[in-house]
């Protein structure tokens, strides 16, 4: 059991959009990501995911409407709805999933990391 | 699916030791509390809990050591591990931990509540 200081583990790393996984309870993942630019469309068929942001603006596209984020708003996206990440600036967020939850849903995209990193 | 400002919702309430829900996903609540002075030893057999600390200091007391989180600190509490939380001021604090969670475990006391409030 050890704590963690989440601005500490966001200076362990630059790379945009490669989740980094910093806690595991109850079959969750509580996940760090930089992001900026545009992510692309994606759902998770199976997986709710929660977007916490910490430092920035993300916009996060539906198919109908936008939502947008600042800093200390929270989002849960439900499992099965089609959504966009949009970052004009860098974003730093804390995000909840299942350990099931694969970075683009069913999608294989240049973008998609197969595989979590520890941190 | 609709935004929430952790901030705000922190405004609508001044109780202590009573956490309110701001959110569900995948069968785990995410909640905030505001909590001041010493709360009861007790653990949760079945349910890993997550403490993040959004204000202040928070005391986290366990059989054999203790440990301090401060603001941007988080802490996985495994299931089963005794804990007693202590604020000397006033702290605010998010929690992320399954529906199926007992405000004080197995243990009835005063503090305990019994139905958590969404808000």
């Known amino acids: 059991m ?3 200081n989440i601005a500490e583990k966001l200076k362990l790393f630059e790379e945009h959009w ?4 910093i806690g595991q309870l109850n079959g969750q993942e509580v996940k760090i990501a930089k992001v900026k630019g545009e992510f692309i469309w994606h759902d998770h068929a199976d997986e709710d995911e929660m977007f916490l942001i910490i430092k920035g603006t993300l916009k996060l596209e539906f198919r109908d409407h ?3 984020l600042e800093e200390g708003e929270m989002l849960i996206i439900p499992r099965g709805v089609e959504h966009k ?4 600036e860098e974003v730093h ?6 350990i099931s939850t ?3 849903g069913n999608i294989e995209h240049k973008l998609t990391k197969k595989y979590h990193d520890h941190i």
Request: charged share 20%; net charge positive; glycine share 0%.
């Open 2 to 4: 050890k704590k963690v």
């Open 18 to 21: 490669s989740p980094k996984i």
């Open 66 to 68: 936008t939502v947008t």
């Open 85 to 88: 990440p949009i970052a004009m």
């Open 93 to 98: 967020l804390l995000l909840f999933e299942p």
């Open 102 to 104: 694969k970075h683009t």
